[in-house]
């Protein structure tokens, strides 16, 4: 049973425009969520976090919003960049649990220019 | 960022031999994780360690083996490789607290 649910493989979105990448999990008890960015023979890079006591964190072009009651949380990128072109992951964690991360099966992006 | 190390970055080898996948990190972070991912797939946690001389086995069953003896160092061996051991092995490392954590480049590993 898969905890952290992204239901978009993929998302093509026009350079300059908002991308939004959307994340759905199960279990209420998650308390902080992350999302990495990762190219294709390489590792995540961390991007962004919230913890579950927030409903928004921005920094820079991404913002991460959570909406508890839903079990959703998404991820924009204003404006959007060809090299943000690549597979992007959220993860759940919960405390008490040696913050072992549960994630997505990632969405794919591509910036067209 | 955490500076965090994973050597080889690529590994070609025969079934039945016994490698060590090396995961270092100099960043003082007590806990440790290994992660694979198959391609298109989620990463799949398959050890982890709070500190020194601490490790458990994840979610996902592996038969590979971990051990903690530095801080800094937290390597991954497989006894006897087989094709189905064929994965990227994906290594990352967590401050206490929320513990973001921070990943490796990676180990592709293509048993023949």
């Known amino acids: 049973d898969q905890q952290v649910k992204q239901n978009s493989p993929s998302l093509s979105v026009q350079e300059g425009r908002i991308s939004i990448l959307n994340c759905d999990y199960t279990?209420?008890?998650?308390?902080?969520f992350l999302w990495y960015k990762k190219y294709p023979a390489e590792g995540p890079t961390f991007l962004i976090s919230?913890?579950?006591?927030?409903d928004k964190n921005e920094d820079g072009r991404f913002t991460v919003f959570l909406n508890k009651s839903a079990k959703h949380l998404s991820l924009h990128i204003v404006p959007s960049q060809p090299g943000d072109s690549a597979v992007y992951f959220c993860a759940a964690s919960l405390s008490g649990s040696a913050r072992q991360l549960t994630f997505g099966s990632g969405t794919q992006l591509t910036v067209l220019p | 960022e955490a500076d965090i190390y994973q050597t080889p970055r690529y590994l070609v080898i025969g079934t039945g031999k016994k490698i060590t996948l090396e995961c270092s990190q100099t960043m003082g972070h007590d806990k440790m994780y290994w992660y694979q991912q198959d391609p298109g797939m989620e990463l799949h946690l398959i050890h982890y360690s709070y500190g020194v001389n601490s490790t458990e086995k994840g979610d996902l069953s592996s038969e590979s083996t971990v051990s903690r003896i530095r801080t800094e160092h937290f390597p991954l061996t497989l006894e006897s490789a087989r094709p189905s051991h064929t994965s990227q092995y994906l290594c990352?490392?967590?401050?206490?607290?929320?513990?973001?954590?921070?990943f490796g480049p990676g180990t592709r590993l293509l048993v023949l």
């Open positions: 919230i913890s579950s006591i927030k």
């Open positions: 279990n209420s008890m998650f308390d902080y």
């Open positions: 990352a490392s967590s401050r206490g607290g929320l513990g973001t954590q921070y």
